[in-house]
């Protein structure tokens, strides 16, 4: 029982060994541009959801799509921050409970972001800003 299993330690160690550099030529190196983080959010959280996809982005090819409350603002922000920080704004509606309007965009994120950018990533990070609180009322910044 003992020399068996010492044989399938020996027979894993060789496979780290001389399998490992072949498969990880195999695999073609991940850039940038491949990765796109997609959140949703709301106006009177932006400066949230702005601070946390540009933390330590040391790339600009890194991308960026937030989904907000509604189109104007979208376009606002597109107009904004869109070509000068690789971000895009969509938009979709606050559902009608109070209690968790934005719900229903968070779960549209990942759909909407992928119909906007086409197959152009290989992954998404995805997260939420936690929400709006009952009583938000919208942006308090002009993005105009």
Known sequence: ?????????????????????????????????????????????????????RAGRGSSLLRTVVV???????????RHFGKSHNETYLSWPDRPDPRKPGDSRVA????????ALGETYKWFLYGDDGGEQEGDSGSTNNYA
């Open 1 to 53: 029982m003992a020399l068996s299993a010492v044989r399938g330690l020996l027979l894993c160690a060789a496979f780290v060994l001389f399998a490992k550099p072949q498969l990880a030529e195999r695999r073609p190196e991940l850039q940038d541009s491949d990765l796109v983080i997609v959140m949703g959010s709301c106006g009177s959280r932006l400066d949230l959801a702005h601070s946390t996809a």
């Open 68 to 78: 907000v409350e509604n189109d104007t603002l979208a376009q606002q922000l597109n």
């Open 108 to 115: 549209m994120v990942p759909w909407l972001a992928h119909r």
